[in-house]
Protein backbone atom coordinates (compact mmCIF):
# COMPACT_ATOMS: atom_id res chain seq x y z
CA UNK A 1 0.00 0.00 0.00
CA UNK A 2 1.10 3.40 -1.02
CA UNK A 3 -0.79 6.43 1.17
CA UNK A 4 -2.79 3.87 2.27
CA UNK A 5 -4.33 3.24 -0.96
CA UNK A 6 -5.15 -0.69 -2.01
CA UNK A 7 -4.22 -0.41 -5.82
CA UNK A 8 -3.90 -2.81 -8.19
CA UNK A 9 -1.16 -2.55 -10.98
CA UNK A 10 -1.59 -4.92 -14.61
CA UNK A 11 -4.92 -4.47 -14.43
CA UNK A 12 -8.30 -3.17 -16.85
CA UNK A 13 -11.59 -2.65 -16.76
CA UNK A 14 -13.30 -4.66 -19.39
CA UNK A 15 -16.56 -2.90 -18.27
CA UNK A 16 -19.29 -1.60 -15.60
CA UNK A 17 -23.01 -2.00 -15.51
CA UNK A 18 -25.46 -0.48 -12.99
CA UNK A 19 -28.27 -1.82 -11.31
CA UNK A 20 -31.17 0.52 -10.44
CA UNK A 21 -32.85 -2.21 -8.21
CA UNK A 22 -29.63 -2.92 -5.89
CA UNK A 23 -27.76 0.37 -6.38
CA UNK A 24 -24.73 -1.55 -6.75
CA UNK A 25 -22.21 -1.09 -10.33
CA UNK A 26 -20.78 -4.93 -11.78
CA UNK A 27 -17.32 -3.97 -12.58
CA UNK A 28 -15.70 -6.95 -14.60
CA UNK A 29 -11.93 -6.40 -14.38
CA UNK A 30 -8.74 -8.41 -15.72
CA UNK A 31 -6.15 -8.14 -12.68
CA UNK A 32 -2.95 -9.56 -13.72
CA UNK A 33 -4.64 -11.45 -17.05
CA UNK A 34 -7.37 -13.06 -14.32
CA UNK A 35 -11.03 -11.87 -14.48
CA UNK A 36 -12.38 -10.49 -11.46
CA UNK A 37 -15.83 -9.30 -10.61
CA UNK A 38 -16.45 -6.50 -8.41
CA UNK A 39 -20.01 -5.17 -7.06
CA UNK A 40 -19.18 -1.33 -5.57
CA UNK A 41 -22.11 0.73 -4.40
CA UNK A 42 -19.55 3.87 -6.29
CA UNK A 43 -18.22 3.78 -8.98
CA UNK A 44 -15.04 6.52 -10.05
CA UNK A 45 -14.11 7.23 -13.74
CA UNK A 46 -10.93 9.36 -12.90
CA UNK A 47 -10.09 8.45 -16.64
CA UNK A 48 -8.88 12.25 -17.24
CA UNK A 49 -10.09 15.21 -19.99
CA UNK A 50 -7.97 13.21 -22.70
CA UNK A 51 -9.77 10.63 -24.67
CA UNK A 52 -8.62 9.04 -28.59
CA UNK A 53 -5.11 10.21 -29.63
CA UNK A 54 -5.60 12.64 -32.18
CA UNK A 55 -3.03 11.58 -35.32
CA UNK A 56 -3.05 13.98 -37.87
CA UNK A 57 -3.30 12.36 -41.89
CA UNK A 58 -0.26 13.72 -43.40
CA UNK A 59 -0.15 13.10 -47.27
CA UNK A 60 2.61 10.45 -47.54
CA UNK A 61 2.93 9.10 -44.32
CA UNK A 62 2.71 5.33 -45.10
CA UNK A 63 5.88 5.68 -47.30
CA UNK A 64 7.84 7.08 -44.38
CA UNK A 65 10.96 4.60 -43.84
CA UNK A 66 11.48 5.59 -39.97
CA UNK A 67 9.77 5.20 -37.29
CA UNK A 68 6.20 7.84 -37.23
CA UNK A 69 3.66 7.34 -33.79
CA UNK A 70 1.54 9.45 -31.62
CA UNK A 71 2.78 10.54 -28.19
CA UNK A 72 1.26 8.30 -26.32
CA UNK A 73 2.94 5.69 -28.44
CA UNK A 74 6.07 6.57 -28.19
CA UNK A 75 7.98 4.07 -26.78
CA UNK A 76 10.79 6.37 -25.59
CA UNK A 77 14.39 7.78 -25.65
CA UNK A 78 16.14 3.93 -25.54
CA UNK A 79 18.00 3.43 -29.40
CA UNK A 80 17.94 6.62 -30.95
CA UNK A 81 21.24 7.66 -30.17
CA UNK A 82 22.81 9.60 -32.86
CA UNK A 83 19.09 9.33 -34.90
CA UNK A 84 17.66 12.50 -36.24
CA UNK A 85 14.07 13.29 -34.58
CA UNK A 86 11.38 15.39 -35.13
CA UNK A 87 9.11 16.39 -32.96
CA UNK A 88 5.27 17.84 -34.06
CA UNK A 89 3.85 20.05 -31.49
CA UNK A 90 4.96 22.52 -28.99
CA UNK A 91 3.05 21.99 -25.76
CA UNK A 92 4.15 19.94 -22.89
CA UNK A 93 4.10 16.20 -24.38
CA UNK A 94 6.45 17.55 -27.40
CA UNK A 95 8.66 19.54 -24.76
CA UNK A 96 9.04 16.49 -22.70
CA UNK A 97 9.72 14.01 -25.00
CA UNK A 98 11.73 16.06 -26.80
CA UNK A 99 13.85 16.56 -23.67
CA UNK A 100 14.33 13.39 -23.04
CA UNK A 101 15.68 12.09 -26.81
CA UNK A 102 18.35 15.09 -26.44
CA UNK A 103 19.23 13.49 -23.24
CA UNK A 104 20.02 9.76 -24.70
CA UNK A 105 21.77 11.72 -27.84
CA UNK A 106 19.54 11.71 -30.21
CA UNK A 107 19.31 14.79 -32.81
CA UNK A 108 16.33 16.71 -31.85
CA UNK A 109 13.81 19.53 -34.02
CA UNK A 110 11.03 20.34 -32.40
CA UNK A 111 8.34 21.96 -35.60
CA UNK A 112 5.71 24.89 -33.67
CA UNK A 113 3.10 24.59 -35.40
CA UNK A 114 1.48 27.68 -33.28
CA UNK A 115 1.74 29.63 -30.31
CA UNK A 116 2.95 28.13 -27.11
CA UNK A 117 2.19 29.26 -23.93
CA UNK A 118 5.12 28.79 -21.17
CA UNK A 119 5.38 29.23 -17.13
CA UNK A 120 8.10 28.04 -15.54
CA UNK A 121 7.76 25.43 -13.14
CA UNK A 122 8.81 27.19 -9.88
CA UNK A 123 7.43 30.68 -10.71
CA UNK A 124 3.72 28.96 -11.24
CA UNK A 125 4.19 27.18 -7.74
CA UNK A 126 4.64 30.35 -6.22
CA UNK A 127 2.49 32.41 -7.47
CA UNK A 128 -0.20 29.97 -8.81
CA UNK A 129 -0.40 27.38 -5.71
CA UNK A 130 1.28 28.83 -3.28
CA UNK A 131 -1.16 31.11 -1.83
CA UNK A 132 -3.58 28.25 -1.44
CA UNK A 133 -1.89 25.41 -0.77
CA UNK A 134 1.53 25.83 1.15
CA UNK A 135 2.65 25.93 4.45
CA UNK A 136 2.53 29.66 4.49
CA UNK A 137 -1.51 29.45 3.02
CA UNK A 138 -1.98 27.06 6.59
CA UNK A 139 -0.18 29.03 8.77
CA UNK A 140 -3.04 32.09 7.32
CA UNK A 141 -5.74 29.61 8.06
CA UNK A 142 -5.97 27.98 4.70
CA UNK A 143 -6.61 24.25 5.04
CA UNK A 144 -6.60 21.85 2.29
CA UNK A 145 -10.18 21.78 2.09
CA UNK A 146 -10.43 25.46 2.26
CA UNK A 147 -8.39 25.70 -0.32
CA UNK A 148 -10.44 23.24 -2.41
CA UNK A 149 -13.84 24.66 -1.77
CA UNK A 150 -12.28 28.23 -2.96
CA UNK A 151 -10.50 26.88 -5.79
CA UNK A 152 -13.95 24.75 -6.55
CA UNK A 153 -15.90 28.06 -6.06
CA UNK A 154 -15.10 30.71 -8.55
CA UNK A 155 -17.36 31.10 -11.07
CA UNK A 156 -15.89 30.78 -14.38
CA UNK A 157 -17.22 34.42 -15.62
CA UNK A 158 -14.87 35.92 -13.61
CA UNK A 159 -11.77 33.35 -13.59
CA UNK A 160 -9.69 35.03 -16.40
CA UNK A 161 -9.87 38.82 -14.59
CA UNK A 162 -8.88 37.21 -11.63
CA UNK A 163 -5.67 35.26 -13.61
CA UNK A 164 -4.62 38.17 -15.58
CA UNK A 165 -2.54 39.85 -12.64
CA UNK A 166 -1.10 36.94 -11.87
CA UNK A 167 0.60 36.29 -15.37
CA UNK A 168 1.57 40.32 -15.52
CA UNK A 169 3.18 39.18 -12.74
CA UNK A 170 4.84 36.49 -13.76
CA UNK A 171 5.65 38.07 -17.43
CA UNK A 172 7.86 40.45 -15.16
CA UNK A 173 9.47 38.37 -13.19
CA UNK A 174 10.67 35.83 -15.74
CA UNK A 175 11.10 38.55 -18.40
CA UNK A 176 14.70 37.59 -19.21
CA UNK A 177 13.21 33.96 -19.61
CA UNK A 178 11.00 34.90 -22.35
CA UNK A 179 12.93 37.28 -24.68
CA UNK A 180 15.31 34.37 -24.75
CA UNK A 181 12.79 32.07 -25.48
CA UNK A 182 11.52 34.36 -28.09
CA UNK A 183 14.78 35.17 -29.37
CA UNK A 184 15.62 31.81 -30.49
CA UNK A 185 12.52 32.06 -32.55
CA UNK A 186 9.63 30.30 -30.36
CA UNK A 187 6.60 32.09 -30.48
CA UNK A 188 4.77 32.64 -26.67
CA UNK A 189 1.82 33.87 -25.51
CA UNK A 190 0.50 34.75 -22.33
CA UNK A 191 -3.25 33.56 -23.81
CA UNK A 192 -5.51 35.32 -25.94
CA UNK A 193 -6.72 37.76 -23.05
CA UNK A 194 -3.35 37.86 -20.64
CA UNK A 195 -5.53 34.99 -18.30
CA UNK A 196 -2.49 32.27 -18.96
CA UNK A 197 -2.35 28.43 -18.80
CA UNK A 198 -5.17 27.99 -16.07
CA UNK A 199 -7.48 29.67 -18.45
CA UNK A 200 -6.02 27.93 -21.43
CA UNK A 201 -6.34 24.80 -20.35
CA UNK A 202 -10.16 25.76 -18.75
CA UNK A 203 -11.09 26.46 -22.56
CA UNK A 204 -8.94 23.93 -24.59
CA UNK A 205 -6.99 22.06 -22.71
CA UNK A 206 -3.68 21.97 -24.44
CA UNK A 207 -1.57 25.12 -26.01
CA UNK A 208 0.47 25.54 -22.75
CA UNK A 209 3.89 23.76 -21.20
CA UNK A 210 5.42 23.86 -17.50
CA UNK A 211 8.96 24.62 -18.39
CA UNK A 212 11.02 21.70 -16.21
CA UNK A 213 14.25 22.23 -18.47
CA UNK A 214 13.06 22.08 -21.75
CA UNK A 215 12.85 25.71 -22.81
CA UNK A 216 17.07 26.24 -21.89
CA UNK A 217 17.48 23.50 -24.49
CA UNK A 218 15.66 25.56 -26.90
CA UNK A 219 17.22 28.57 -25.94
CA UNK A 220 20.90 27.15 -25.87
CA UNK A 221 20.10 25.29 -29.62
CA UNK A 222 20.22 21.92 -28.55
CA UNK A 223 16.54 21.37 -29.08
CA UNK A 224 16.50 22.73 -32.33
CA UNK A 225 13.43 24.73 -33.29
CA UNK A 226 11.50 24.91 -36.73
CA UNK A 227 7.95 27.13 -36.93
CA UNK A 228 5.40 26.49 -39.72
CA UNK A 229 3.02 23.76 -40.85
CA UNK A 230 3.72 20.25 -41.47
CA UNK A 231 2.31 20.02 -45.23
CA UNK A 232 3.15 16.22 -45.77
CA UNK A 233 5.48 13.39 -44.82
CA UNK A 234 8.48 12.40 -46.82
CA UNK A 235 10.19 8.97 -47.50
CA UNK A 236 12.91 10.61 -44.85
CA UNK A 237 11.52 13.18 -43.04
CA UNK A 238 9.11 16.27 -43.36
CA UNK A 239 7.75 19.30 -45.35
CA UNK A 240 6.69 22.29 -44.24
CA UNK A 241 5.12 25.03 -45.89
CA UNK A 242 7.80 27.10 -46.85
CA UNK A 243 9.27 24.07 -48.61
CA UNK A 244 11.87 22.88 -46.18
CA UNK A 245 12.01 19.61 -45.58
CA UNK A 246 13.49 17.89 -42.29
CA UNK A 247 15.13 14.71 -42.39
CA UNK A 248 14.49 12.43 -39.45
CA UNK A 249 14.45 8.60 -38.47
CA UNK A 250 11.97 9.25 -35.91
CA UNK A 251 8.95 11.27 -35.96
CA UNK A 252 6.71 11.61 -33.08
CA UNK A 253 3.21 13.25 -33.50
CA UNK A 254 2.62 15.45 -29.73
CA UNK A 255 -0.35 16.60 -31.88
CA UNK A 256 -2.94 16.09 -28.66
CA UNK A 257 -6.08 14.06 -27.94
CA UNK A 258 -10.06 14.23 -29.21
CA UNK A 259 -12.75 14.70 -26.64
CA UNK A 260 -13.34 11.80 -24.03
CA UNK A 261 -17.03 11.64 -25.90
CA UNK A 262 -15.12 9.90 -29.05
Not at 18 to 33: C, H, I, K, M, P
Not at 100 to 120: C, F, P, Y
Not at 200 to 210: A, E, T
Request: hydrophobic share 35%; charged share 20%.
Amino acid sequence: KIMELNYWTSSTCQSASYNEQSGEWTVEALRDGTPVTLKPKQLVLATGMAGVAHMPDFPGASDFKGTLVHSSGHPGSTGYEGKRCVIIGSNNSAHDISADLWENGADVTMIQRSSTHVSKANTLLDLGTKPLYSEDALENGITTEKADMIGASVPYRVMAELQKPVYAEMARRDKGFYDQLEKAGFQHDFGDDGSGLFMKYMRRGSGYYIDVGASQLIIDGDIKLKSGQVTSVTLDGVKLDNGEEIPADLIVCATGYGSMNG
